[in-house]
């Protein structure tokens, strides 16, 4: 994702401003904005792995498990290859230009990961009772 025009997504103002936060600190910023944001977005995305992993069920659970792992270590390896040093530099000029006019609300940073947790319990519980257990799913291409 290059940063053609002047503007920057929500995920782009999300992280510089966990950034900016763990940067006032003296804290290894990079690394923890990358951690919550890839937390935030494996959370939001979760249903659909889980899914998976639900659909290839066994009775040692380890292509349940292998799934989830490729699916936490795949979005870690995109949000540090995303938000490199370069990629920080381009966010944090686009910044200066606008000037705070677009910066991210502190109670979106403490809501985010709340409403994760939230929405992964209950599409889980949802896909479980409306979709996996009444069309006997579990465990479908695996017995």
């Not at 510089?16 to 600190?25: E, G, P, Q, S």
């Not at 977005?41 to 290839?56: D, K, N, R, V, Y």
């Not at 006997?136 to 017995?143: A, C, D, H, T, Y």
């Given at each position: 994702?290059?940063?053609?025009?002047?503007?920057?997504?929500?995920?782009?103002?999300?992280?510089?401003?966990?950034?900016?936060?763990?940067?006032?600190?003296?804290?290894?910023?990079?690394?923890?904005?990358?951690l919550?944001?890839?937390?935030t977005?494996?959370?939001?995305?979760?249903?659909?792995?889980?899914?998976?992993?639900?659909?290839?069920r066994?009775a040692?659970?380890?292509?349940?498990?292998?799934?989830?792992?490729?699916?936490?270590?795949?979005?870690?390896?995109?949000?540090?290859?995303?938000?490199?040093?370069?990629?920080?530099?381009?966010?944090?000029?686009?910044?200066?230009?606008?000037?705070?006019?677009?910066?991210?609300?502190?109670?979106?940073?403490?809501?985010?990961?709340?409403?994760?947790?939230?929405?992964?319990?209950?599409?889980?519980?949802?896909?479980?009772?409306?979709?996996?257990?009444?069309y006997?799913?579990?465990?479908?291409?695996?017995?």
């Open positions: 994702m290059k940063l053609t025009d002047k503007r920057a997504g929500i995920i782009d103002r999300y992280y510089m401003r966990i950034y900016d936060a763990y940067f006032k600190k003296k804290n290894p910023a990079r690394f923890a904005a990358c919550y944001v890839g937390l977005i494996g959370l939001i995305l979760s249903p659909i792995t889980i899914f998976c992993a639900e659909l290839f066994t040692g659970r380890n292509i349940d498990a292998i799934i989830l792992l490729l699916y936490t270590v795949s979005i870690l390896i995109w949000t540090f290859g995303t938000f490199n040093k370069k990629r920080i530099r381009q966010l944090k000029s686009v910044k200066s230009e606008q000037h705070g006019k677009y910066s991210v609300p502190t109670w979106f940073l403490f809501l985010m990961l709340p409403v994760g947790f939230v929405w992964t319990v209950l599409m889980y519980w949802l896909m479980l009772h409306y979709v996996i257990h009444p006997q799913l579990e465990g479908i291409f695996v017995k």
